[in-house]
């Protein structure tokens, strides 16, 4: 199991975030998950990779337990396993397209040119390379956000309404890609989103409530 979410339960104070979320993520899967603004979709998906914390329950990635480890031993175990990608695209402005999706294998310790390059060849953006992001599109810099989550091969990739800011032809081009490279590397896929349209051929489309999770 990639994931593994048990009686998950948050509040801000006395206000409830979301509450009793169970959940499963095999390896390959993709999973959308739906819900009204300020439900707390984006708070969940922090949880799930331990950038957040959480009352009750608990999250497991790769059979190990998120709430049992330190501060270091999370930002570790995400750096290795866990590949984001979010709507508004987080790329440097002062790095060039290879640079940006460079990143995580650099924060690996690692230098794999040929890996970032067949990674932007697979989003089709390999002729970019030498570009600073000013110079692309929407949806060209959400498919750099892509190739940059997956580059370094991650069990798991968490994407946060990542066709939010985008016209809905770029918006399927977009997700089509994002679908097919998370398929080609059996990379699990946990998308969060209010788009319908988003969860195109999902494995399971799930509904997020106050009071926890519900299939659509």
Not at 108 to 135: N, S, Y
Request: glycine share 10%; hydrophobic share 45%; with cysteine.
């Amino acid at each position: 199991m990639t994931l593994q979410l048990r009686n998950l339960s948050k509040h801000y104070g006395d206000t409830p975030v979301f509450a009793h979320v169970s959940l499963d993520v095999a390896p390959g899967e993709f999973v959308a998950i739906v819900g009204e603004s300020g439900v707390g979709k984006s708070t969940l998906l922090n949880c799930m990779a331990g950038l957040d914390h959480w009352d009750q329950g608990t999250v497991q990635l790769e059979g190990q337990d998120m709430g049992a480890l330190g501060e270091d031993q999370r930002a570790l175990l995400r750096r290795a396993k866990v590949g984001f990608v979010f709507q508004a695209f987080h790329v440097l402005p002062h790095l060039d397209v290879m640079q940006n999706v460079a990143l995580p294998l650099l924060l690996l310790g690692q230098t794999d040119a040929a890996r970032v390059q067949a990674m932007l060849d697979a989003v089709g953006l390999g002729a970019l390379g030498a570009r600073l992001p000013q110079q692309l599109s929407g949806g060209q810099l959400q498919r750099v956000a892509i190739a940059r989550a997956l580059v370094h091969q991650p069990r798991l990739l968490l994407a946060d309404e990542p066709t939010g800011n985008l016209d809905p032809t770029t918006a399927a081009l977009v997700m089509q890609a994002l679908v097919q490279q998370c398929r080609s590397r059996g990379a699990a896929l946990v998308l969060v989103t209010h788009s319908v349209a988003a969860t195109t051929g999902a494995d399971r489309v799930l509904h997020l409530r106050a009071d926890g999770m519900h299939t659509a």
